[in-house]
């Protein structure tokens, strides 16, 4: 079996990043996550941030940008950031309406990020989409999710974010395997109908089958956990969330 680290994405822990992020790094250490996918920078610079990771022993997993950080003369500055971090992925977690509103713009939008790919390419970094529910909302008869990762190449990563996929309606072991080896890395989130809350191997994913047709595909490098809603503290539900990947035999 593929033996794939686990990261956490630090928005699961916003508000306790803005206030001590060096502190929630360190406690994110302790809990024994490999490492983590930014989710804004708290006004650290990249040499800082690359710093304080290989002190506690973390990667990083990669980073959610926004999508005019790639576009122009953003591009250059950007890879530069990314390349003193150490981060080889750069994922675009949403899109102004513009980018999204037709099936041509979302056509559009696949084009633009083939563009972005091989703009990248001499950087050796990559860039992805990280998926929500409306992604599989058709438009116009037509799935948002399929026309974007149906007209990408393969080097556009596709971040599936588990949860977001079912209760969107979709499949995500249809996904993965009508898209093979795009998901280089997997946002892990469980889903069980209304319950926002649900911790990760609590709820009714697939994860089973969802990890055998991963280790079968073999191109995932990250498993990287996602929690935006808890019962308890932020930090108490990511530890949580990774106990539910050690039960399932991940850690």
């Known amino acids: 079996m593929a033996n794939i680290p686990v990261g956490v994405q630090l928005y699961s822990v916003r508000d306790d990043c803005a206030r001590d992020l060096p502190g929630t ?10 490492g983590v996918e930014f989710a804004g920078y708290y006004g650290y610079s ?12 973390l990667k ?20 530069e950031f990314h390349l003193a971090l150490g981060n080889k992925h750069l994922i675009v977690p949403g ?12 056509l559009a939008t696949a084009n633009l990020f083939n563009g972005f790919a091989e703009s990248l390419k001499p950087y050796g970094l990559r860039v ?5 529910e409306s992604e599989f909302h058709k438009l116009e008869g037509q799935v948002p999710f399929d026309l974007f990762f149906g007209h990408t190449n393969p080097d556009v990563i596709m971040q599936m974010d588990v949860h977001h996929v079912i209760a969107g ?12 080896g ?31 047709l991963v280790d079968a595909q073999g191109q995932t490098a990250w498993y990287i956990v996602e929690q935006e809603s808890y019962h ?19 850690v």
């Open 182 to 212: 795009r998901a280089v890395t997997l946002h892990m989130s469980d889903y069980l109908p209304g319950d926002q809350v649900v911790l990760l191997g609590d709820g009714q994913a697939p994860w089973k089958e969802i990890f055998d």
């Open 232 to 250: 308890g503290s932020p930090l108490a539900s990511i530890a949580g969330c990774l106990d539910g990947m050690r039960r399932m035999g991940k």
């Open 60 to 79: 990083p997993s990669g980073s959610h940008i926004g999508i005019e950080q790639l576009a122009g003369d953003a591009l250059p500055k950007t890879a």
């Open 95 to 106: 899109l102004p309406e513009q980018y999204r509103n037709t099936p041509k713009a979302w």
């Open 169 to 180: 309606g979709g499949d995500p072991l249809a996904c993965l395997k009508r898209y093979p």
């Open 46 to 57: 990249a040499v800082e941030l690359r710093r304080m990771l290989d002190d506690l022993g």
């Open 128 to 132: 992805g989409y990280h998926n929500h």
């Open 25 to 34: 790094l360190a406690q994110i250490s302790k809990m024994a996550y490999a």
